[in-house]
């Protein structure tokens, strides 16, 4: 935001909010260290190095003691408020942001738009930033940075308010602005190794997360060493990928004597193990299905254009005969085959002592797994949109999210896994039922979407209907409603596990809800999930 008062025009950039919950700055087990915390005698600013040698060392020293449980002086000229006290860290040394308040934190160095060298880093070095921000804490009427201070930190608001003021020159009154939960400053001081530009004073007892400027210059240095070391791996690389064409479609077949979604699926997800190379040096792929295979014949003729086309076949065939016949076709034209279900099938029969029934077709057992995932699916629909808040206490899983963010066909895919799934579709400004609050917050989960991609979806959805004039699909009017649903994560749920949903399906998507809430019964033993006794 930028305030323009003629010739002192004032860029107030550095405040602008950021999402974060209240719940990252008081992970489990640090609630005696935030009060028994002894005041040490304030140390000097720390300043960076010219060498590119001492950065990098500064990177792994930043993680221990140098960047932990220190005092940060105020050095600048005197600001309003309490003079010459220090920030204390929280925690202590050694301790840090759990999982959660981690990936919070990524996504809040991803929006700092004085940071654009961030924007080119890879995921692994911004988590790397995110794991290595400290924890300070500030009385009220303590002043946090000085404006013209020599302070190499930026900081983030994680609770409490702040007082933003900037001296004018002719001796008018300072520039005053207030600031909460998810302000940040000083991220042009800490890149630039430049003064504050503004004096920042706690209002009331404020928790920051700070980022210092030498974890901060040797992680982007990494970033680059790593960057040079792959372009030198594909430099050699180049002459082994000649061979590779972009225009090569490999085919693969899929063939079944029954609906081959099984098979169909096990491909799907093969193929993703490849999508880093697909349309570049492996080519593209196709595939082609072969359903309800009778006779031999065509397992024949089937083989014979899988050798016409270099195909892959990969088969679930339960018949016997149908299954020797098209693993001899093959043989015989040197056709590359997978039978996804002989090995395990080989196994079943040795394990259970008895051959394999040969019986195509799924029959579908009304069991009480059966039957729990109809009451799943009947829940789920009952209370879809926001609806029966009242039922709201029985789902397994609650998702929030704002209109179009994908919600019910994720609630519908959770539900035929079992899951009893519940959604609400937040509105700006509206406060949701107090249903939401009062049940079990560990079950709610947050949907994020960015605004670009919302309002295409929106627009799509408006078309259908012949409306294009609408404030519900007008991109200014989406990036207001993504920002206020943030503040809305940070106030009313900051323990909401938060799932980005934009380039995510809804596969992708239901995984790693799935993921998170076995994570918190332990490992995968501790998660795992018995079936009832198939007879």
């Known amino acids: 935001m930028v305030i323009n008062m003629g010739a002192s025009a004032m860029s107030m950039q550095a405040f602008v909010p950021i999402s974060l919950p209240v719940s990252l700055v008081r992970p489990a087990g640090l609630t005696t260290a935030l009060t028994t915390v002894r005041p040490v005698a304030p140390a000097p600013a720390q300043q960076t190095s010219a060498a590119t040698a001492g950065l990098a060392a500064a990177f792994l020293a930043a993680a221990g003691t140098a960047a932990r449980c220190s005092r940060t002086s105020l050095s600048g000229r005197a600001a309003r408020g309490r003079r010459g006290s220090a920030l204390v860290c929280c925690a202590a040394a050694g301790d840090s942001l759990a999982e959660q308040e981690v990936t919070l934190m990524t996504q809040v160095l991803r929006e700092v738009k004085e940071l654009v060298v961030l924007q080119k880093c890879s995921k692994e070095i911004i988590q790397k930033l995110a794991e290595s921000m400290v924890l300070v804490r500030a009385a009220a009427g303590e002043v946090i940075?000085?404006?013209?201070?020599?302070?190499?930190?930026?900081?983030?608001?994680?609770?409490?308010?702040?007082?933003?003021?900037?001296?004018?020159?002719?001796?008018?009154?300072?520039?005053?602005?207030?600031?909460?939960?998810?302000?940040?400053?000083?991220?042009?001081?800490?890149?630039?190794?430049?003064?504050q530009k503004v004096t920042v004073i706690a209002q009331s007892e404020c928790q920051l997360c700070r980022l210092d400027r030498d974890v901060f210059d040797a992680a982007i240095l990494s970033q680059n060493d790593v960057q040079e070391d792959l372009a030198d791996e594909e430099e050699e690389e180049e002459d082994d990928n000649a061979s590779c064409s972009t225009s090569d479609i490999i085919e693969v077949f899929v063939v079944s004597d029954s609906t081959g979604e099984s098979a169909?699926?096990?491909?799907?997800?093969?193929?993703?193990?490849?999508?880093?190379?697909?349309?570049?040096?492996?080519?593209?792929?196709?595939?082609?299905?072969?359903?309800f295979m009778k006779t031999e014949g065509e397992a024949r003729k089937i083989v014979a254009e899988a050798k016409e086309r270099n195909a892959l076949v990969v088969f679930t065939v339960m018949q016997t005969k149908l299954n020797i016949a098209l693993t001899a076709a093959c043989e015989e034209q040197g056709v590359h085959t997978c039978d996804l279900w002989g090995a395990l099938l080989t196994s079943l029969e040795k394990k259970f002592g008895v051959k394999r029934s040969g019986i195509t077709g799924r029959k579908q057992s009304v069991g009480d797994e059966y039957m729990r995932i109809v009451r799943a699916i009947e829940y789920t629909r009952k209370v879809d949109d926001g609806v029966c808040p009242n039922a709201w206490k029985e789902c397994d899983i609650m998702l929030i999210g704002p209109s179009r963010a994908g919600k019910t066909p994720l609630s519908f895919y959770l539900a035929q896994r079992g899951f009893k799934v519940a959604n609400y579709p937040l509105v700006p400004d509206e406060e949701p039922p107090k249903e939401l609050l009062e049940l079990d917050q560990d079950k709610c989960f947050a949907l994020m979407i960015s605004a670009d991609k919302l309002a295409g979806i929106r627009a799509e959805r408006m078309k259908q209907f012949n409306r294009t004039n609408t404030s519900y699909a007008d991109l200014s009017e989406i990036k207001k409603e993504v920002n206020w649903m943030k503040q809305?994560?940070?106030?009313?749920?900051?323990?909401?596990?938060?799932?980005?949903?934009?380039?995510?399906?809804?596969v992708e998507t239901a995984a790693r809800i799935m993921e998170i809430l076995d994570s918190r019964k332990g490992d995968s033993l501790a998660a795992s999930y018995v079936s009832p006794v198939e007879s």
């Open 145 to 195: 940075v000085s404006q013209g201070g020599l302070d190499p930190h930026m900081y983030v608001v994680a609770s409490g308010e702040v007082v933003i003021q900037r001296e004018q020159s002719g001796g008018e009154e300072p520039l005053q602005k207030g600031g909460a939960a998810g302000s940040y400053f000083g991220a042009e001081s800490m890149l630039g190794n430049t003064p």
């Open 488 to 506: 809305f994560y940070m106030r009313k749920g900051p323990r909401w596990p938060i799932i980005d949903t934009t380039n995510a399906g809804v």
């Open 264 to 291: 169909s699926a096990s491909v799907r997800t093969a193929m993703q193990q490849f999508n880093y190379c697909s349309g570049s040096t492996c080519g593209v792929s196709r595939t082609t299905v072969f359903r």
